[in-house]
């Protein structure tokens, strides 16, 4: 911990970003706001260090839009070190709040972490000067030894400045035990958890909170940006599982958590562990889990069941055998079949993850994965629009595949920046995604599934009539326009 001469007052800053369609009111803070995990997680460890930590999330509930009057709550807090978390998405906006910092305080330190910095690394930071310093990979030891005044030079994971060159430092090292961490700081969020929305439908019991138990992944799908926790994998035990549920139950009142693992059961005895602790000492907490194809077996799904599992959710990505094999080998269709009919099997709900526009798309291939979806009587279902990001496989060759218009503030996987050679426009290809979309929420065995459960999704009906007009705002953009 820091001496009392050394304590710093930081604000750390979840931004904005662009998060909808163009032209039209942003609403996703509303359908479902996210907790900015990660950033939570290094407040935590600062905290612990015995620094002062104020948390701003621009997505929070009653935070400004006006960058103005969010810079002003910033420097109302009087920092000395203000730090970002951020996308490519939400990159342009913490750019302009660091601008204004800098012109009203430039004595502040300005620091930026986060997918985006860690791609473009010195590259980045030699192109915006209102920024001091980024952060590559893990923030929280990086952002510890800033704070304690340890020279920038010296810091493993910092990207600086040495007279007018950016200069990246080695890489940090991951932290080897992630139980080492605190749980991250819920209570620093205004509104935590009962305006911290999860998506409709994938709950039964409010309030919901998130969690992520693991960093990294063994895997390199072609659209993924692992620029942050790289390719190695690393996981909180089944104890430290254990009690971060218990936490959220017992501080906030959290009665269901999704947790937003790429790879949860991807290490079989962590999971049977907490399943048989969650078994014998129930909580009264669900929650939503996702799995990878060949990483379930059927003991699992009734051990995650019995243990308050509600829904699973699975990376299919596309229907095409030729897409899956170039952009996420090692999942094959009668494989993804097999296991959504075990996953229901055991009395679990089965939700689908895929992504349209991925390079090799075409009518074809989407026409293809919608009848796959149909056929697979999914309990839910998520449609990405595919984004090109600087830290993924395929970046590099991006520009040979198709159209891209690097928009930063539209690459969120909300918006089609880049169109695939084999699909004849952009105004095409959002064409074909709203009739798909559209289709498997039409479909009559999906309305008599969800009919089934009304009762179970009250809470949901209840929200979504309190917020209808945005909803309804929202779902027609899912309208199909004429053929195009």
């Known amino acids: 911990m820091v001496s009392s001469g050394k304590r710093k007052r930081i604000a750390l800053v979840h931004p904005r970003g662009f998060n909808w369609f163009p032209g039209k009111r942003d609403i996703t803070d509303i359908a479902n706001r996210m907790v900015p995990q990660g950033m939570l997680s290094i407040a935590a460890y600062l905290i612990r260090e015995g620094h002062e930590v104020f948390v701003y999330d621009c997505l929070g509930p009653g935070a400004p839009v006006d960058i103005h009057r969010q810079v002003s709550t910033i420097l109302g807090f009087q920092p000395q070190i203000v730090g970002f978390s951020t996308t490519t998405s939400s990159f342009p906006d913490a750019a302009d709040i660091a601008q204004k910092i800098k012109e009203q305080n430039p004595d502040i330190v300005i620091v930026c972490g986060g997918v985006h910095v860690s791609a473009l690394k010195e590259k980045l930071l030699a192109a915006c000067p209102s920024f001091d310093y980024f952060v590559a990979g893990e923030g ?57 929305h999860l998506p409709l439908f994938s709950y039964t019991q409010t309030p919901g909170a998130t969690m992520i138990t693991s960093r990294g992944c063994m895997f390199q799908c072609s659209y993924c940006d692992r620029s942050v926790f790289k390719k190695g994998y690393r996981f909180n035990s089944a104890a ?44 009264g907490m669900n929650f939503n889990c996702a799995v990878r194809v060949g990483y379930t077996d059927d003991d699992l799904l009734k051990m995650l069941k019995d243990a308050g599992c509600l829904m699973v959710s699975l990376g299919i990505e596309s229907a095409d055998p030729d897409m899956l094999a170039r952009h996420k080998s090692g999942v094959e269709l009668d494989c993804v079949r097999d296991t959504v009919q075990r996953i229901q099997a055991a009395n679990l709900r089965a939700k689908g993850l895929f992504m349209m526009g991925l390079p090799g798309e075409t009518e074809k291939s989407i026409k293809q994965t919608s009848d796959f979806i149909i056929s697979l009587g999914l309990d839910d279902m998520n449609m990405a629009k595919f984004t090109p990001f ?95």
Request: net charge positive; hydrophobic share 35%; charged share 30%.
């Open 140 to 196: 929280e030891l990086t952002m510890s030894e800033l704070a304690s005044d340890v020279d920038p030079a010296g810091i493993a994971g910092l990207i600086h400045r040495q007279e007018s060159e950016a200069v990246a430092n080695a890489p940090r090292e991951h932290i080897a035990n992630l139980d080492d961490l605190p749980f991250p700081a819920y209570e620093k969020l205004p509104g935590f958890p009962r305006d911290y």
């Open 240 to 283: 430290y599982i254990y009690e971060h549920m218990k936490h959220l139950r017992d501080r906030f009142g959290a009665r269901h958590v999704n947790i937003y693992d790429d790879l949860f059961t991807a290490n079989r005895k962590r999971i049977v562990e907490l399943c048989e602790k969650l078994s014998r000492q129930p909580l």
């Open 390 to 484: 600087p830290g993924a496989p395929l970046w590099k060759e991006i520009r040979d595949e198709g159209t891209f218009d690097e928009d930063w503030r539209l690459m969120n996987c909300l918006n089609f920046v880049f169109v695939p050679k084999g699909i004849d426009s952009k105004e095409k290809l959002d064409h074909l995604y709203n009739e798909h979309v559209k289709r498997f929420y039409s479909d009559p065995a999906w309305r008599r599934r969800f009919r089934g459960r009304i009762w179970q999704h009250r809470k949901s009906l209840l929200y979504l009539l309190r917020h209808l007009p945005s909803f309804w705002a929202a779902k027609n953009q899912f309208e199909p326009g004429r053929k195009v």
